[in-house]
């Protein structure tokens, strides 16, 4: 296990000059038409060192872009979260509620975003609802799994001395249930904050949007390879962090 502070600086340090090296390596030998890191700075920087100029729809800074697909993003995900986390609490402590609609759930879980968005333009007839309800549908399942999974958990101890205070039914949920399977209910939300990260690309991508996913399949079709790149670093990046925040998020509830 790795403790020292500067361990954990420098090990990550190392790994990321490693990616940088084979990365420069694959530009100048096997794939010809990939930039290097350099040239991929040096065609991108405005972007990054003027990060919220407007030229245009698409062309914009990269955090002016991520500032669209993050609110998408924020609204996709609190719908999932506001039906997803009652769907999986019914799913755990009513068996037949979960006899009832598990399998229709199963069934559903596996269809791809890809697949989910042209229905839902039938639906809305708009990209920004669709793009919402793509995110919605597809990020709802781990958060619903997961809380199902934590009730089901739940110690029997537990429910007996909920029966043996007397606690009503919303006292016995408020009071034992909710917190007993909490863990699990923060695991879904993170989980589900990736897949809802995951999601909004590749509805940006299929609607032409203004966002991050917009503009990589923008510059796809112009063959400018560095903001593509630019594109799969930043998605990278606000993916990463998000996770970190949820952690942080996570451990705050825990604690108290």
Same mark, same amino acid.
């Given at each position: 296990?790795?403790?020292?502070?500067?361990?954990?600086?420098?090990?990550?340090?190392?790994?990321?000059?490693?990616?940088?090296?084979?990365?420069?390596?694959?530009?100048?030998?096997?794939?010809?038409?990939?930039?290097?890191?350099?040239?991929?700075?040096?065609?991108?920087?405005?972007?990054?060192?003027?990060?919220?100029?407007?030229?245009?729809? &698409?062309?914009?800074? +990269?955090?002016?872009? $991520? *500032?669209?697909?993050? /609110?998408?993003? @924020?609204?996709?995900?609190? #719908?999932? =979260?506001?039906?997803?986390?009652?769907?999986?609490?019914?799913?755990?402590?009513?068996?037949?509620?979960?006899?009832?609609?598990?399998?229709?759930?199963?069934?559903?879980?596996?269809?791809?975003?890809?697949?989910?968005?042209?229905?839902?333009?039938?639906?809305?007839?708009?990209?920004?609802?669709?793009?919402?309800?793509?995110?919605?549908?597809?990020?709802?399942?781990?958060?619903?799994?997961?809380?199902?999974?934590?009730?089901?958990?739940?110690?029997?101890?537990?429910?007996?001395?909920?029966?043996?205070?007397?606690?009503?039914?919303?006292? &016995?949920?408020?009071? +034992?249930?909710?917190? $007993? *399977?909490?863990?699990? /209910?923060?695991? @879904?939300?993170?989980?589900? #904050?990736? =897949?809802?990260?995951?999601?909004?690309?590749?509805?940006?991508?299929?609607?032409?949007?203004?966002?991050?996913?917009?503009?990589?399949?923008?510059?796809?079709?112009?063959?400018?390879?560095?903001?593509?790149?630019?594109?799969?670093?930043?998605?990278?990046?606000?993916?990463?962090?998000?996770?970190?925040?949820?952690?942080?998020?996570?451990?705050?509830?825990?604690?108290?």
């Amino acid at each position: 296990m790795i403790s020292s502070p500067a361990s954990r600086i420098l090990l990550p340090l190392l790994g990321l000059a490693g990616v940088l090296v084979a990365w420069t390596a694959l530009s100048q030998t096997v794939a010809t038409d990939l930039p290097s890191p350099a040239r991929t700075w040096r065609e991108s920087q405005r972007y990054v060192l003027e990060p919220f100029f407007k030229d245009g729809e &698409m062309n914009q800074g +990269i955090l002016r872009l $991520a *500032s669209y697909s993050l /609110v998408r993003v @924020g609204k996709g995900y609190l #719908l999932a =979260l506001v039906i997803g986390t009652p769907v999986g609490f019914m799913l755990g402590l009513s068996p037949r509620f979960h006899a009832t609609f598990d399998p229709i759930i199963q069934f559903l879980r596996p269809i791809s975003p890809l697949a989910w968005l042209p229905l839902g333009l039938v639906i809305f007839r708009q990209s920004e609802p669709a793009a919402i309800f793509t995110i919605a549908l597809c990020a709802m399942w781990p958060t619903v799994i997961n809380t199902a999974v934590g009730v089901r958990s739940i110690s029997p101890d537990y429910l007996n001395v909920g029966r043996v205070l007397k606690l009503s039914r919303w006292r &016995m949920l408020a009071k +034992i249930i909710v917190p $007993a *399977s909490l863990p699990y /209910v923060f695991t @879904g939300y993170r989980l589900s #904050l990736g =897949l809802a990260w995951l999601v909004i690309v590749a509805a940006e991508m299929l609607t032409g949007t203004p966002g991050v996913g917009g503009f990589l399949w923008q510059e796809y079709n112009s063959l400018v390879y560095s903001h593509i790149i630019l594109s799969v670093l930043t998605i990278g990046a606000i993916g990463f962090a998000l996770d970190r925040l949820m952690g942080v998020v996570e451990k705050r509830f825990k604690a108290a």
